[in-house]
Structures are given as structure tokens and as C-alpha cells.
């Protein structure tokens, strides 16, 4: 098939020189080791080619009829949230000394970009309170997936005990992750009244020897765990403790290193990364000293150059580029670091007291319009725990119904979690942030029961 005539700058004899070279015929024989039935037979369905202002504005044009956190007021959460990014993140992150999403390959003359990873190092650590982080991996579920992996080889024991709460979509990369690994995920439930993990059910799982209990704080239904029980449950019984969180929680609520977590993940976009279109976010894996040797990725660290004066440099990156496969303890190719950079230049903006102020209003906001909402006859929460800024709602209408007409009038209300309800009952999830006002809430409140009015 012959390239889209006008947006690609070769000639039809450029092309055929480059052919001639290479001993082909044609560029449709270059894909014949690709079985037929999987090559696409027809030209795309495109336009003819425009002039780059029309190109321009028909992208433009194509682009707004995009829903986005602008067009739309967000109450959507689900491990992403709709957190103010200060413009000053962005300015710093599009530098061209910063642009790009990888590690330095040549440290020696890369202290720059070594000191901004150092320092995430060094934040994230204190964020988590627990003394080891590596500078970032891909997202929070290959966060988890990496922190069992690091389990699992510190105790040669090849099971996991996992609370059926952690995010689905984590979940759901975990058991990819581990289905060829012979590892063992026992998953346990929650309590139907409280929505946290059911003591009961751990304290049978761990009458096995088990490498880790995972659990997540807040966790899937938005409840706040008791992580001091959990981990002192796993390391009754020989367990490590491997704790997901959302960072930005961890302005009011005490991080899961206070209480003795052995490893603690996070998805890291809630820290200046913007909702964009799915990505890229980052992933955050934090540990005790004495798991060094098993954490993933890299680690930046002080030495000495050839003078004797400090430098920075990567102290540990076993992955399979620098050792042999079999011995990496990971095979992640990139750390993130632009992601990374935008997580230190907001941490570094908002300060302890920053932070604090964005989580104090984004848990005041969310209990404010829970009560609302509670209000509407047929509404009640599901589970009764506390939360953080997100919470599940149990529904006498149709959830899709309720969010596609609520969607029409301005608002992404919220995640449908009524397919992965087990009692089959319409369920939806929502997630408030420091951004919405106190009016938008009110104004969201009066739409949803007039809606759910016209619905029944």
C-alpha cells in the first residue's frame, strides 16, 4: 500500500531508489512476514491532504468536540484526580534541560538532572516516612506489581495475600504480572458494613506462610484502612507489608511507613501530573533498608569523582540493560523522571502546609457534598468507613442512565462500579478535589436529584 500522497516529504523515486537498494519491489513486500488477514487492505478513510492551516484547524476543529476537566466539571477519581497544577510546575518541566522521561546514561556529566532525582528521592522518602525510594517507575499498578515482585524474591515464598479492595485496574496488572511467575494471589474480602479488610479473612490467610499481604489506603470504595492492624498482622505472622496510598491523602492522614509498612507504593499523578488523556503518570515505590537490594529501577546517590570531591551518581540500577537478565530485579526501561521532576517542583511549591491545605479542603469538600447528596431519597453510602475524598454511593436508578444525563449537562459524575458489584446493586464512585467550589458542589447536588427524579 502506497504512503498517503501529501504528508510525507519523499518523492515516488526517492521511494523507489531506497527500494532498489534494499532488493525489494514494493513497500507492501516489506510486510510479508505479517500474516494477510492482519494487514489492512484498504487506503485509510482520511481526507485528501490539506494546506498545514487547514490541517490546523480541522485538528482543532476535531479536538473540541473533546469532553475535558474545562468543558466538564470532573468528579471522577479512581487512582487519577483533578488536582490544581500550578503553572509554575509546567514551566519549570518544559525547560529544555528537562525534557525527557529517562535516567542519564552518562552521570558524569548529568549532575543536574541526578540532584532533581536525588531530591524526589529524598521527598517521596519523607512523604512515606520510610527511608529507601527509587526515582519513579511507570504508573501506580506496575508500582504494586514490582513492590510483590520485591516480596516475593526477599522470601522465596511465592504466594500473596491481597485485599479484594485495591483498585481493580491495579489488580488486574498484579495477577498479569505474576501469572507465569507461580506465584499464588489469595485474594481476601472486605467487611459489607465498615467497606475496610476483613480481619477474619487475613487472619485465616496468614495461618499459610505468605510473602506479603497487599492492602490500599484509601482503598478502591475511597474507606481509609486501619493500617496499623494490617501490618501488625502480617508481621505476627512473617509477612512483609506492602501498602499502596494516594500521596496527596497523606497531608492529614499518617503515612503507612508511621505504622511499619515493609514497602510502600503509590500512584504518583495526584503531584502535579495532569489528566492527560489517560497518561503518563508515575509510579512511587518506597522500603526499608534492608529490601534495598530488591527495589526495582534506580537509585541516585553521593560519591566521590576522580578529584575526591562529592558528585552523584546511579549507586544501583540492576535491570537487564546493565546485568544479566535473569539477575535484574526488574526489567522497567524508563523511571519517568519528567514525571518525577513535576512530583518535586509541586512538592517543593506546596511545602508540608501546601499539601496539607489541598488535602484538608479536597476531605472537606467531599464530606460536605456526601451529606448533600445522602439527602436525595433512595441514596446511601455503601460503605460506612471513613474516607478520605472519595466515596461510594448505592443507587435506586440505573447508573449508566444517571451518569450519561448528568454527563449532558456539564458534569463527569462519577466511575460506574456496579459490573464489579458482587450484590449487583447500582453503584457509583466519586471523587471531589480542592478545585470544585462549594456553589459547583451545591449546583451538582440540586442536578443529581432532579435527575434521579426524572429517571424514576
Not at 479542603?361 to 464530606?367: F, M, P, T, V
Amino acid at each position: 500500500m502506497s504512503p498517503l500522497p501529501g504528508y510525507n516529504v519523499l518523492r515516488e523515486q526517492d521511494r523507489s531508489h531506497m527500494l532498489d537498494k534494499i532488493g525489494v519491489d514494493s513497500i507492501d513486500h516489506l510486510l510479508d512476514f505479517i500474516p494477510t488477514d492482519l494487514r489492512l487492505q484498504n487506503p485509510l478513510d482520511l481526507p485528501d491532504p490539506m494546506s498545514e492551516w487547514q490541517l490546523t484547524r480541522h485538528l482543532k476543529e476535531l479536538a473540541a468536540q473533546n469532553e475535558n476537566t474545562d468543558s466538564h466539571v470532573c468528579f471522577l477519581g479512581g487512582s487519577v484526580y483533578d488536582h490544581h497544577v500550578p503553572e509554575v510546575v509546567n514551566y519549570i518541566a518544559s525547560r529544555g534541560e528537562f525534557l525527557t522521561a529517562y535516567t542519564p546514561y552518562q552521570p558524569e556529566i548529568s549532575q543536574g538532572l541526578l540532584r532533581v532525582l536525588s531530591d524526589f528521592q529524598l521527598v517521596v522518602g519523607r512523604l512515606f516516612d520510610i527511608p529507601v525510594v527509587n526515582c519513579s517507575v511507570y504508573d501506580g499498578a506496575t508500582a504494586l506489581a514490582e513492590s510483590a515482585w520485591m516480596a516475593i524474591s526477599a522470601s522465596s515464598i511465592h504466594r500473596l495475600i491481597v485485599s479484594d479492595n485495591i483498585w481493580p485496574e491495579h489488580l488486574a496488572v498484579l495477577q498479569v504480572y505474576m501469572a507465569n511467575r507461580k506465584v499464588e494471589i489469595e485474594l481476601i474480602g472486605h467487611d459489607a458494613h465498615s467497606g475496610k479488610i476483613d480481619q477474619a479473612d487475613l487472619d485465616i490467610a496468614l495461618q499459610q506462610p505468605a510473602a506479603a499481604v497487599i492492602a490500599q489506603s484509601p482503598n478502591c470504595f475511597g474507606i481509609v484502612e486501619d493500617l496499623k492492624e494490617v501490618i501488625h498482622n502480617a508481621h505476627q505472622h512473617e509477612a512483609l507489608a506492602v501498602i499502596g496510598c494516594y500521596p496527596t491523602s497523606l497531608g492529614i492522614i499518617e503515612a503507612p511507613g508511621t505504622h511499619g509498612a515493609d514497602i510502600v507504593y503509590a500512584e504518583g499523578q495526584s503531584l502535579g501530573l495532569s489528566l492527560a488523556a489517560g497518561g503518563p503518570t508515575m509510579g512511587m515505590i518506597g522500603t526499608r533498608e534492608s529490601l534495598t537490594d530488591y527495589l526495582p529501577g534506580r537509585l541516585v546517590g553521593e560519591t566521590k569523582d576522580i578529584k575526591g570531591e562529592s558528585a552523584l551518581a546511579l549507586i544501583k540500577q540492576e535491570r537487564e540493560q546493565h546485568v544479566r537478565r535473569d539477575k535484574a530485579t526488574s526489567h522497567i526501561c524508563s523511571n519517568q523522571a519528567l514525571m518525577a521532576l513535576r512530583s518535586l517542583v509541586y512538592l517543593s511549591l506546596m511545602g508540608e502546609n501546601g499539601l496539607r491545605r489541598v488535602a484538608t479542603l479536597s476531605a472537606q469538600k467531599a464530606h460536605h457534598l456526601c451529606a448533600e447528596l445522602e439527602r436525595i431519597p433512595g441514596i446511601s453510602r455503601s460503605y460506612q468507613g471513613p474516607f478520605f475524598n472519595e466515596f461510594c454511593l448505592d443507587l435506586t436508578v440505573n447508573t449508566a442512565t444517571l451518569l450519561d444525563k448528568l454527563r449532558q449537562q456539564g458534569f463527569h459524575a462519577g466511575i460506574n462500579c456496579s459490573a464489579n458489584n458482587k450484590d449487583a446493586q447500582q453503584r457509583i464512585l466519586i471523587a471531589v478535589t480542592e478545585t470544585q467550589s462549594l456553589a459547583t458542589l451545591d449546583h451538582f447536588a440540586t442536578a443529581f436529584a432532579q435527575t434521579i427524579d426524572q429517571i424514576s
